[in-house]
């Protein structure tokens, strides 16, 4: 019997963290153990989610795979299927199809090198995912260093992760929020996340990585920035997740010639990036 690409995993919600006001956090746990004990991934590739009758969407997988038994998503309420998710409560079933996509080279490239994490609003949740892979096993990676910003403090995401990388010591952490974003007890920085990094100090050269992620326009301005404090395009990576839809490449969704996000991203080099459209 063929076997059917489309059946997903059941997977069983065991947490839920409110991020924001709309945007939350599911820790999911596989119901069938065989499938848990077979499933692997990388750091960067994503899966579909699906809540039953109302359809299925696309997310990284926010988790590092150094942790197992579970995954976690981080996905905004915004649509149909967002909001039938997120409607849903502790011990609930949801399905998932996946690991799906290429992935960041956090075992090969990233190895003894310095890395910079550079993400905006809900962008840190693919960010998120790298950041934790590389801290779960710290020795093997330099320094680090993280900006992140939102247009708000309610905007934030991984509250209690951004205080915990801040108060450790092998961890540089920047925290920004957009001019008029700021309450009373805010402790970060004010200004838009290229400001910030390029008044950060933090410097790129041969042996250093970036990794950024956020809204297009935000990755837009902030890739002259990094070139411009020293990382090359073939040393900075973002992630192109918000172009799919089937992740198998059929519907023809993510694709610009024969390149498929799905199936040949969605994790790109700035210097890959220069080679596709600019409205992509």
Known sequence: MEENIYLPYLMRITDIIDETYDTKT??????????????????????????????????????????????????????????ALSNLNVGDTVGFRGPYGNNFPVDSEFKGKNILFVAGGIGLAPVRCVIWNVLDLRDNYKDIAIVYGARTVDDLVYKRELKEWEERSDVKLFKTVDPGGENPEWDGKIGFVPTVLEQSGLKGDNNSIAIVCGPPIMIK??????????????????????????????????????????????????????TLPEEY
Request: charged content about 25%.
């Open 26 to 83: 599911f820790k999911l746990e596989f119901i069938n153990k065989e499938d848990s004990e077979k499933f692997d991934f990388k750091a960067g590739q994503f899966g579909l989610y699906s809540a039953f009758t109302a359809g299925e969407s696309t997310f990284c997988i926010a988790s590092p795979p150094t942790r197992k038994d579970y995954i976690e998503c981080t996905f905004r309420r915004i649509g149909r299927v967002t909001k």
């Open 221 to 274: 301005l902030t890739i002259p920035v990094l070139k411009k404090i020293g990382f090359t395009s073939d040393k900075i990576y973002t992630t192109l997740e918000n172009k799919m839809k089937c992740g198998l490449g059929k519907c023809g969704r993510c694709n610009v010639g024969n390149f498929y996000v799905c199936k040949h991203g969605p994790v790109v080099t700035a210097s890959k990036l220069e």
